[in-house]
């Protein structure tokens, strides 16, 4: 079935580094995409999002880039620091016809970044 | 803002019990949806409420019912637990409409034995 799904299980960088990581889609239907960080005992925790209809949307040191050819979201983190370190998750939106689009959110397996001092 | 809550923060059940994990927010959003979060899995949707009264299932709804009486509450009940939902389990709420950030709680670790 259509899923979201990444590209690496982990990912170590040094400190100070820049971070990227990648995700794949393969439903052409969504039209809402976000990334979550999620530390260890907490819950996800919202980082950036990006609609559709955008290649590109940056936040405080992280960008989300979009690629709607080849169904590809990345995000980088800029000059990554210890506190980064968590689990990364995509996910993707598919348009439901509940009132507009709530769409359920699908969630790919997730990307452990560890920051090396 | 609390934001999300829920309770209890870890559970340990027998098979065959039931419990109500209980998650409340204080943000009056409209939509609410209860995931679990297995071992090196992404969150996967059990079910969801786009409003008080109306609910519907996600991915994996089998053995769990929910009721949103309200807009601030919306409770996950297991009526007969088995070990095959031992996980982490989360709350969410986020505005109406798509395309809008979900908040979490802190999820509640349920073990059954």
């Known amino acids: 079935g259509e899923s979201v799904g990444l590209h690496l299980p982990t990912l170590s960088v040094q400190e100070g580094d820049n971070s990227i990581i990648n995700c794949a889609y393969s439903n052409s239907a969504s039209d809402y995409f976000i990334w979550y960080k999620q530390e260890s005992g907490k819950g996800p925790q919202f980082i950036i999002d990006?609609?559709?209809?955008?290649d590109k949307r940056q936040g405080q040191r992280v960008t989300v880039l979009l690629n709607k050819t080849v169904k590809h979201l990345s995000l980088q983190i800029a000059a990554t620091q210890p506190g980064d370190s968590a689990v990364y998750f995509c996910?993707?939106?598919?348009?439901?016809?509940?009132?507009?689009?709530?769409?359920?959110?699908?969630f790919g397996k997730g990307t452990k970044l560890s920051v090396k001092p | 803002n609390a934001g999300v809550t829920q309770t209890p923060k870890f559970q340990v059940l027998k098979t065959g019990q039931s419990m109500t994990l209980q998650c409340a927010q204080d943000m009056n959003h409209e939509y609410m949806s209860w995931y679990r979060q297995d071992p090196g899995m992404g969150l996967r949707l059990i079910h969801y409420s786009v409003g008080a009264g109306i609910t519907d299932q996600g991915e994996v709804p089998n053995g769990y019912n929910v009721s949103r009486s309200t807009t601030e509450d919306f409770p996950l009940r297991l009526l007969s637990a088995a070990p095959s939902q031992t996980s982490v389990y989360f709350c969410a709420s986020n505005i109406a409409g798509g395309g809008n950030e979900q908040f979490f709680g802190p999820g509640t670790r349920l073990t059954v034995l």
């Open positions: 990006i609609r559709s209809n955008m």
């Open positions: 996910a993707e939106t598919i348009p439901r016809n509940y009132g507009g689009s709530q769409g359920n959110l699908i």
